[in-house]
Nanobody
Framework: QVHVVESGGGFVQPGGSLRLSCVVT????????VGWFRQAPGLEREFVAA????????TDAASPKGRFSISRDNAKNTVFLQLISLRPEDTATYYC?????????????????WGQGTQVTVSS
């Protein structure tokens, strides 16, 4: 049974930083890609970043370039999303998802396992 658990969200002032973590368990040594998505109230879920098992990164063209970065530690089954210079418009629930693919993807339907989300609130 695959489980995906996010952590690291919280309340931060504009300009602050957070590091979100995503732990994926139950993969039984299969390679998997991980994607981060976010959804703000009343808005569609949007892709933020993804990373393949081998470390190939994918970010959306509209993503906050230079402010969000994705990395992973396969030994710890953990993927990180570093958020810096946060803005109020970054406020959302951030979701992590896992897919048994050998490539990173921005397509939500390619992800089979999703976490419950972690809330990021940016406000003064």
């Amino acid at each position: 049974q695959v489980h995906v658990v996010e952590s690291g969200g919280g309340f931060v002032q504009p300009g602050g930083s957070l590091r979100l973590s995503c732990v994926v368990t139950g993969t039984t040594s299969r390679m998997y890609a991980v994607g981060w998505f976010r959804q703000a109230p009343g808005l569609e879920r949007e892709f933020v970043a993804a990373i393949s098992y081998g470390g190939a990164r994918l970010t959306d063209a509209a993503s906050p370039k230079g402010r969000f970065s994705i990395s992973r530690d396969n030994a710890k089954n953990t993927v990180f999303l570093q958020l810096i210079s946060l803005r109020p418009e970054d406020t959302a629930t951030y979701y992590c998802a896992a897919a048994f693919t050998d490539y990173s993807t921005y397509v939500p339907r390619e992800y089979d396992y999703w976490g419950q989300g972690t809330q990021v609130t940016v406000s003064s």
